[in-house]
Each structure stands twice: as C-alpha cells, then as structure tokens.
C-alpha cells in the first residue's frame, strides 16, 4: 500500500492529506481540513491543541487505510506534560508577547552575537528559548514537546523531539544538530525537558490502539512546516531560491552546512536543519499574514476579488512588512496606513489600493532577502521557486518575478504536506534516492507556472 497520511498544522487550520505514488509522481488528495482559531485564557493568547488534536483524529479517520502516517505544524511552541502525561496548560501562541518579559535578561548571559554563533537562530522576540527563560516550567512539568511532538504523543504514547523544528528553538548547535547545553545553562533553561532527537524518516511509535485505526506507523517527518516544503520546492539543481509563501514567508536558499558569521546575523538570517542534513539559510519574512488581518477587518473573504482590485492599480506605497507593529492581530489597514503617512508615502485607503501596497511590500522584502542570501553565501540564484498558498497569487508571483529580475515558479500550493509524504515514503521503501530524486517525482507530477520578469 503506497499511500500516506500528511497531518500537516498550520496557523489559521489544519489538514489531512493522503498522498499516493503513482506512476513515478505523487497524487494528493484531502481527507479532512478543520480550523485553527487561538484562544485567550487568563490573559494569555493559547493555541487551542485539544481541538486540533480533534481534527488530526477527524482526519486520520477520513483518510481511509494508509501505510504511515507524518506529522508537521508551526515552529517555536511547545506543550508541558507531567509526570502522569496530563497536559500542565495549553501551549502559548507564538504571538503572545510573554517571551518579551526574558529576552533583555537573555541577553545580558548571552549577547546576541555569542548567541548566534552557537545557535545560527536569527533573533525573534517568541523564540523557544526565549518563552522558556520567560516563563519557567512550574515543578510538575516533566517533559516539554514542540506541537508536532505532542501530537504524535497523544497519537502513539512514545516521545521524540524531531531536529528540524528542535533547530528553532535557538538551543540546537547547527553544526552538530545537538543540544547546546552551554547555552541552556546560560540562559537558565532545562533542555533536559525535551526527549531525545529523532531525524525525519526515523520510527515515531504506532498509532494507539484506542485509535480504532490498527497500530499504523507514524514517521518522523521534517516536522517543523517549512522542512517539509522545502522537500516539496521542485527545483532542478542547486542554485534556486525558494520562498514559503503562507502567513509567513520563509525566503531562502538550501545549503550544506550552516553560516554562522556576524554579517549573516546582523541581516537576520536563520540556520534551520533541513532534511538529509541541509541548512535552510532563510529569513522569516511577515507573510500574508497581514493581508489575512486587513481582511478580517473589512469583513472580506473575496481574496480573489481584492487581487484584482490590486491589480488594476499602479505601484504606489512600500511598507516594511517586519516592522514590529504589524506582528500582533489588530487594525492592520490603519497600521499601514500610519507606516506610509509616516514616510512620505501616498496613504492608501480602499482595500484595494491597501491589497496592492501590501503586495508590492511583500515582493520587495522578497527581493532584499534573496539579494541577501546570495550575497551572504555567494550562491548563485538562477530561478526563484514560490510554494505554498502564496503560489496561487498570481499578481504576487508576478510582482516577486518583476522584484528579483529572475523567472519565478510557482507551485505546488501544497508543497508542505507533499515533502512530509515523500520522506515518509522513503522510509517506507517506496523508492530510495535524496532530495534530487524527491523533487524529480514532483516535477513529473505536479501543475506548475512560471512568471518572467518584467
């Protein structure tokens, strides 16, 4: 049986695919798609992990007999459990702003070049680290599990933290994909919490018995997201970039070891582990996140509507899509419209004109990213490849191709849950090879476009 379940958790919802291989390519199907809406409690913004845990169960059911089953989500998070299993509280939502209490007194033990020689993480206020210096583990707390972890914990009762998402926590050394316990002790964090590290193809434990599915393995995956789509980027050679295009935008190149120098700090580049012991040398860009925001204020979901409202209008206003205001949920066309009036800019004020700035913004912080990149690694870059629901933006895609001066091709739109069945079925045994021969099953499978330059 060729066929694979991919749970794959993003910020706003969450799937079920099955992925089958099939004459040399791979076919993609859902099984089951629910919604991912945080909740505050007591103050704190928390991601609701029961109800997705519902989801995962829904889906797993739907997906009909599969032959494994992978597990991949957001990054930086992570649930406390005691000694009994019982979840202490619900993991905090990365947007909280809990870790900003620990990061000045992080810092003053670890200066920030110090840290990212050692960890290659670029700076975030909600890193791991940083969350767990702020809010330290009460005594009943015996593990800590990043999400995808703790959902394949509740799935099969054993215990793994997998090493691409252990990689962002900023307590992982790149070069040797281990804990760095100098600086945990530094930072007065336990990484003794964590269980020990798996690598993406590893055996995950076997689905419970309560389950009622039969004891179907589940497989370490690139469990953090962005791993998983980097394995689903189609590319043909080496000298690609690729953007992850979804709430974030994840804008990097693929490298064989990791860039720890001052100049790849000061530009706020990261060194996650990839699969089959790549760097993902990236910069985490604000995504659509902030169109998404600008949407649920007018009450919008007609995003195909609004592109071409954005469309028919010229370029007109940049905003810096990192500025710190635009990182938690609120009045976003406001936000923006205060960053443009503050520079001199011309303010925009209907959803399209405000659709067409954010646009424009996005292909440019693309466009400094990849010139960053190249510069910083002296990697050619020949071909920008853009997956993820980004790739189905067409005035993005083209605008990121006008952006960079180079070709951009965009798809497959589920990139992520198409890297996280390809490991899977490789380590199952379907076909042997790395990353080349991975993305060449997808090349002969999947619909994609390319945008030229303008």
Same mark, same amino acid.
């Given at each position: 049986?060729?066929?694979?379940?991919?749970?794959?958790?993003?910020?706003?919802?969450?799937?079920?695919?099955?992925?089958?291989?099939?004459?040399?390519?791979?076919?993609?199907?859902?099984?089951?798609?629910?919604?991912?809406?945080?909740?505050?409690?007591?103050?704190?913004?928390?991601?609701?992990?029961?109800?997705?845990?519902?989801?995962?169960?829904?889906?797993?059911?739907?997906?009909?007999?599969?032959?494994?089953?992978?597990?991949?989500?957001?990054?930086?998070?992570?649930?406390?459990?005691?000694?009994?299993?019982?979840?202490?509280a619900p993991p905090v939502h990365?947007?909280?702003?809990?870790?900003?209490?620990?990061?000045?007194? !992080?810092?003053?033990?670890?200066?920030?070049?110090?840290?990212?020689?050692?960890?290659?993480?670029?700076? *975030?206020?909600?890193?791991?680290?940083? +969350?767990?210096?702020?809010?330290?583990?009460?005594?009943? &707390?015996?593990?800590?599990?990043?999400?995808?972890?703790?959902?394949?914990?509740?799935?099969?009762?054993?215990?793994?933290?997998?090493?691409?998402? /252990?990689?962002? #926590?900023?307590?992982?050394?790149?070069?040797?994909? +281990?804990?760095?316990?100098?600086?945990?002790?530094? /930072?007065?964090?336990?990484?003794?919490?964590?269980?020990?590290?798996?690598?993406?193809?590893?055996?995950?434990?076997?689905?419970?018995?309560?389950?009622?599915?039969?004891?179907?393995?589940?497989?370490?995956?690139?469990?953090?997201?962005?791993?998983?789509? !980097? !394995?689903?980027?189609?590319a043909e050679g080496g000298n690609?970039?690729?953007?992850?295009?979804?709430?974030?935008?994840?804008?990097?190149?693929?490298?064989?070891?990791?860039?720890?120098?001052?100049?790849?700090?000061?530009?706020?580049?990261?060194?996650?582990?990839?699969?089959?012991?790549? #760097?993902?040398?990236?910069?985490?860009?604000?995504?659509?996140?902030?169109?998404?925001?600008?949407?649920?204020?007018?009450?919008? #979901?007609?995003?195909?509507?609004?592109?071409?409202?954005? &469309?028919?209008?010229?370029?007109?206003?940049?905003?810096?899509?990192?500025?710190?205001?635009?990182?938690?949920?609120?009045?976003?066309?406001?936000?923006?419209?205060?960053?443009?009036?503050?520079?001199?800019?011309?303010?925009?004020?209907?959803?399209?004109?405000?659709?067409?700035?954010?646009?424009?913004?996005?292909?440019?912080?693309?466009?400094?990213?990849?010139?960053?990149?190249?510069?910083?690694?002296?990697?050619?870059?020949?071909?920008?490849?853009?997956?993820?629901?980004?790739?189905?933006?067409? *005035?993005?895609?083209?605008?990121?191709?006008?952006?960079?001066?180079?070709?951009?091709? &965009?798809?497959?739109?589920?990139?992520?849950?198409?890297?996280?069945?390809?490991?899977?079925?490789?380590?199952?045994?379907?076909?042997?090879?790395? *990353?080349?021969?991975?993305?060449?099953?997808?090349?002969?499978?999947?619909?994609?476009?390319?945008?030229?330059?303008?």
């Open positions: 049986m060729n066929a694979f379940a991919a749970v794959d958790l993003g910020a706003s919802s969450g799937r079920v695919m099955v992925g089958r291989l099939v004459n040399g390519g791979v076919e993609l199907t859902e099984a089951h798609r629910f919604p991912n809406r945080p909740v505050r409690l007591d103050g704190r913004l928390h991601w609701d992990i029961s109800a997705l845990h519902r989801g995962v169960l829904d889906g797993l059911r739907a997906a009909g007999p599969v032959s494994s089953v992978g597990i991949d989500s957001w990054a930086v998070d992570y649930g406390l459990l005691d000694a009994d299993g019982a979840l202490v990365y947007r909280d702003a809990r870790a900003e209490a620990a990061i000045e007194q !992080v810092l003053a033990e670890i200066p920030l070049p110090e840290l990212y020689a050692a960890t290659g993480i670029q700076f *975030l206020p909600f890193n791991t680290l940083f +969350q767990l210096a702020a809010a330290p583990p009460p005594p009943t &707390a015996e593990r800590a599990l990043l999400i995808p972890d703790l959902i394949s914990h509740w799935l099969t009762g054993t215990s793994g933290t997998e090493v691409t998402n /252990a990689s962002t #926590t900023a307590l992982l050394d790149p070069r040797t994909r +281990q804990w760095s316990p100098e600086v945990a002790s530094r /930072a007065g964090v336990d990484v003794g919490l964590f269980p020990p590290l798996r690598r993406p193809g590893d055996p995950a434990g076997v689905l419970r018995p309560e389950i009622g599915l039969g004891a179907v393995p589940v497989r370490a995956v690139g469990s953090h997201d962005t791993a998983s789509a !980097v !394995v689903g980027v189609p690609f970039a690729y953007i992850s295009s979804g709430t974030w935008s994840l804008v990097g190149v693929e490298l064989d070891a990791p860039v720890l120098s001052e100049a790849a700090r000061l530009a706020n580049f990261t060194n996650e582990a990839g699969v089959d012991g790549t #760097t993902r040398f990236l910069r985490n860009v604000t995504g659509l996140w902030i169109l998404q925001e600008c949407q649920r204020v007018w009450r919008r #979901t007609d995003t195909t509507g609004l592109i071409a409202e954005a &469309a028919a209008l010229p370029r007109a206003a940049v905003v810096d899509v990192d500025d710190a205001r635009f990182l938690p949920p609120g009045d976003m066309p406001s936000r923006i419209a205060d960053a443009c009036r503050e520079t001199g800019q011309p303010v925009p004020g209907t959803p399209g004109e405000i659709t067409r700035c954010v646009l424009d913004s996005l292909a440019e912080a693309y466009r400094k990213a990849i010139a960053d990149a190249v510069r910083l690694t002296g990697r050619p870059v020949d071909v920008v490849h853009v997956v993820g629901g980004g790739a189905r933006n067409e *005035l993005l895609c083209q605008l990121t191709a006008d952006a960079c001066q180079r070709p951009v091709v &965009a798809g497959p739109v589920e990139a992520t849950a198409l890297g996280n069945v390809l490991v899977q079925a490789r380590a199952h045994g379907v076909f042997s090879g790395g *990353l080349a021969d991975m993305r060449a099953v997808l090349r002969r499978s999947q619909r994609l476009r390319t945008y030229l330059p303008r």
